[in-house]
Structures are given as C-alpha cells and as structure tokens.
DNA sequence: CCCTGATTCGC
DNA sequence: GCGAATCAGG
C-alpha cells in the first residue's frame, strides 16, 4: 500500500486542495500525517506553488530580493534553545478561511472591545515580558490595574487579538480562534 | 511565548 | 526529490 511519507497522486492533490483551500501548512501535515510543516512546506515549492493566492502584481515580497545570508548551518548549536514541549499537531485546528468582502464585515460597531476573551493571564509590569501583550485594563490609577499578558508576537506589542483591535485596519475581519474559555 | 511560510542544503 | 534545520516576520 502507499507508504506513509511518500508523495502519493492522492497526497499531492490533497495538499493542493488543503493548500488552496487556505489551510496552513501544519494543518495540512496534521491532515496527511506522517508529515510536518516542513515536509509539507518543502513540497508545495517544489511542486511550484507556494505564492497560494496571492496576486503576481501585488505579490511585493522582499523576501525575494532578501540577501540571504549564509546560515552554513552550524552545528554547534543544534537546537538551541528548542521548545521542550512542541504542542505542534493537528490539535492547532483552526478555521482560517479568508472572509472575502462581505456587507457584514462593514459593522463599524464592531470597535467594542468589551469582549473579554484573551483572559489568560493578566500580569502586572514586573511580570510582564517582551513577548506578553501589553494591553491596558482597568485603570492605571488603581493597584488592580494589570496588563493582557497574553503571548505577544516578538516586535508586537500586543498579542494577536489586541493587536488587531489596537489597529483597526479598514473593515474588522471576524476571525475568530479557539475560545479560550477562561479561568476564573 | 505562540504561530506562519521561505529558504537552504545534506541526504 | 525529500525534509529537517534554519531564517525571518507576525
């Protein structure tokens, strides 16, 4: 039978399907099996796609013209600093299709940021690190004023929720993750 | 700290 | 051709 790790027809079609589709690349490991990211990755720019959906005009990556520097891949330090724990798998399922232009995604109201989802762990400013997001609440003047915390992007401020709320592109998208549901 | 894809390069 | 390692950005 079809030996796991081999790019079968079926498998290739199926990544070009899951692929175009929007889903990620771990996804789309987590779906084949047998398979990383990096497999899956490797595969879809041999096979000549990679660019997804992405128009050749606007398709400004620097990345293209990026001067690759040479890694030379040092083996002195394999890993270093590698993730103990990599919760990577097919449990990251997530729902990333792109919400085209709808009439519904013009709701102006959708600014509330009332919504408390991303409650993981507020912290105060000792606790907080580079990598937590920094998003206020409550008030400044009280003790029990404390920040998001949430894992931040490295460069970002915020994390990947209040970073959006923080910059209010032009029409909100709804893209929404996993409920976080929340503590207490 | 999590994730994403891009690229390189040994096999 | 394959994919881990690595890079680079969010």
Same mark, same amino acid.
């Given at each position: 039978m079809n030996e796991a790790g081999a790019w079968t027809e079926e498998r290739v079609e199926l990544l070009k399907k899951l692929w175009s589709d929007g889903l990620s690349a771990s996804q789309i490991a987590g779906e084949l099996g047998s398979v990383t990211r990096n497999a899956v990755i490797g595969k879809v720019h041999r096979l000549g796609l990679s660019g997804r959906a992405k128009n050749p005009a606007a398709a400004s990556t620097p990345r293209a013209s990026t001067p690759r520097k040479a890694p030379t891949r040092s083996p002195s330090h394999p890993m270093a $600093?590698?993730?103990? $724990? %990599? @919760? *990577? $798998?097919?449990?990251?399922?997530? &729902?990333?299709?792109?919400? =085209?232009? /709808?009439? #519904?995604? =013009?709701? =102006? @109201? +959708?600014? !509330?940021? /009332? +919504? +408390? +989802? &991303?409650? !993981? #762990? *507020?912290? @105060?400013? %000792?606790d907080l690190r580079e990598y937590m997001c920094r998003w206020p609440m409550g008030d400044p003047t009280t003790p029990e004023f404390r920040f998001c915390g949430g894992r931040s992007q490295t460069g970002m401020p915020y994390c990947t929720y209040h970073s959006r709320i923080a910059y209010q592109p032009a029409a909100d998208r709804r893209r929404d993750r996993s409920k976080m549901a929340g503590r207490g």
């Open positions: $600093g590698a993730h103990a $724990g %990599m @919760t *990577r $798998g097919n449990n990251a399922l997530a &729902p990333q299709y792109a919400a =085209e232009a /709808d009439a #519904e995604a =013009e709701q =102006e @109201t +959708v600014l !509330s940021e /009332d +919504v +408390v +989802v &991303p409650f !993981s #762990e *507020r912290v @105060t400013i %000792m």
